[in-house]
């Protein structure tokens, strides 16, 4: 699919810079849980506000969402959301190492959350020459009207959007969540500007 006008060579290279992303993301949450973490391979899409609404609510049952807003450099930003199973949630101690009672479900869930959002677009910026920072994570209630509400109230435009889904699964303890990148048309403006930059040193 034909993301904002990016031509193939465009579209080529912001692939391969998630990629990079996402596999040091999967290898740091490996060595941290000293277990294998399997990737699918990531969906890029253009969406609108009514299709991303949409897409959410096909995860709506009882799911838990973590949302951590970041910000770069040359306009670029966005909102991360961390997507997990009811019945994944409840491996989380295990997963993380903690004793029990040591932190909340809710803690843990913020606390995975932070690893998978902060390493993976560290990563990508820096293949940009850029550097992110971050707003606190926020752990939404359940149901889709929540996610979409809280989007609705952030300062982004998001009548069009870029959403990169990156699926993880850790095999050794049957847990999976999916991380959802959410980048306002804005924003991939900017990224096509970097992106052009980065091609003509090649």
Not at 31 to 38: E, G, I, P, Q, S
Not at 169 to 179: E, G, I
Request: charged share 15%.
């Amino acid at each position: 699919m034909t993301t904002f006008n990016l031509n193939a060579d465009q579209q080529d290279c912001l692939q391969e810079i998630i990629n990079v992303a996402m596999g040091q993301a999967s290898d740091q949450l490996a060595r941290y849980l000293d277990t294998f973490v399997y990737l699918k391979v990531p969906s890029i899409e253009q969406v609108n506000a009514q299709s991303l609404s949409n897409s959410l609510s096909q995860d709506q049952q009882s799911i838990a969402v973590v949302s951590q807003g970041f910000f770069g450099y040359e306009g670029i930003r966005g909102e991360a959301l961390l997507v997990y199973q009811p019945q994944d949630s409840d491996r989380l101690a295990d997963l993380l190492g903690y004793e029990p009672g040591e932190l909340s479900v809710e803690e843990q869930i913020i606390d995975l959350s932070s690893i998978l959002t902060t390493t993976f677009l560290n990563v990508f910026a820096s293949q940009i020459d850029n550097q992110m920072s971050y707003s606190a994570p926020r752990l939404l209630s359940a149901g889709v009207s929540s996610v979409s509400e809280h989007l609705q109230q952030l300062s982004f435009n998001w009548d069009m959007a870029l959403k990169v889904k990156i699926s993880y699964q850790v095999t050794d303890y049957s847990f999976n969540c999916d991380m959802i990148l959410l980048i306002p048309e804005s924003a991939i403006t900017n990224i096509k500007t970097v992106i052009d930059r980065i091609l003509d040193e090649y």
